[in-house]
């Protein structure tokens, strides 16, 4: 499958590049940034041209790989999908409901395959033990705690606009939804308070019954920096396993599934853009909790 990889940053380098170069069954033919001459390095390392046009890349590819700002992939996302080009593309999907509707409406009208990249559901082990956990049943709450420090000096993440603007309620919730929704069920409430060092903790309740916590930081001490996910019910208590890949070999797993969709004609995929749509709207809703102080329902 001919992809166009649409992004330069650390991200585009080190997971969507690596793992599209590495694949059998993938070829890059093209790179687009917002930066011409990262994306010309960033083509001239893996032996592609680059574009300088967005539609002119989408025309040359079957999909498209996307690892830029939610709202600059939103609008990428529609293109290609209008196109008839299918979406291999990151998390979180967008960042209004808007922004997202538009992309699962493109998607859809078009029959396009999609795969939204949450980078421990394409973790072997941990999808293997979200299933198991889901069929046991009986879990009355789940808990995350997700501290990162990503503005230190050396991180590749640091110049991040859009994660310094929005924060971890929409780069690190993401991924707790991501395991606490299969095995809990769609939340339909949420509630949020802000916390020190760009801290926020949210409260979930899910459909018949359970809750959920998370606390998330993109600026926790070094010292304090910790990712756990744990869940409480009738069976005791259960921690998900950190996953057994690295982000490129995940991401070469997401390609693998796009592929296979793609292959049998299935629009089904457990993380396509309606997941990440939902996704989405629980965020957006937890935004709405945070600055109006109240428990806000989830449509």
């Known amino acids: 499958m001919r992809f166009g990889l649409f992004g330069t940053g650390h991200w585009a380098i080190e997971t969507h590049g690596k793992a599209l170069h590495a694949h059998p069954d993938a070829e890059l033919v093209g790179v687009w940034g917002r930066n011409p001459e990262r994306a010309a390095s960033l083509g001239e390392m893996y032996g592609v041209p680059t574009y300088n046009d967005i539609d002119a890349l989408i025309e040359q590819c079957e999909a498209v790989a996307v690892a830029l700002p939610p709202d600059i992939q939103a609008d990428i996302a529609v293109r290609a999908a209008t ?29 396009v395959a999609s795969v939204v990249f949450f980078t421990q559901r394409f973790q072997p082990n941990v999808t293997a033990f979200l299933a198991a956990t889901a069929a046991a049943g009986g879990w009355q709450h789940g808990r995350t705690t997700a501290f990162a420090s990503i503005f230190q000096d050396g991180s590749p993440y640091g110049g991040s606009l859009w994660r310094r603007e929005h924060g971890a309620l929409w780069d690190i919730a993401p991924h707790a939804l991501s395991i606490l929704l299969p095995v809990l069920g769609r ?8 916390g020190p060092s760009g801290m926020v903790h949210l409260l979930f309740t899910h459909e018949g019954g359970a809750t959920s916590s998370a606390a998330l ?47 049998a004609g299935t629009r089904d995929h457990r993380c396509d853009v309606r997941f990440g749509r939902e996704v989405v709207t629980i965020l957006a809703a937890a935004e709405s909790a945070r600055t109006t102080s109240r428990t806000v329902p989830v449509p």
């Open 83 to 111: 196109a008839g080009r299918h979406l291999l593309l990151d998390k979180p999907l967008a960042l209004t409901v808007e922004d997202a509707d538009r992309v699962v409406a493109a998607a859809e009208a078009s029959g």
């Open 217 to 263: 930081s993109l600026d926790a001490p070094r010292e304090a920096m910790a990712r756990e996910f744990v869940f409480y019910g009738e069976n005791g208590i259960e921690t998900v396993p950190h996953g057994e890949y690295d982000a490129a070999t995940a991401f070469g797993v997401a390609i693998d599934q796009l592929i296979e969709q793609v292959r």
């Open 187 to 194: 939340v339909t409430q949420v509630a949020a308070m802000d």
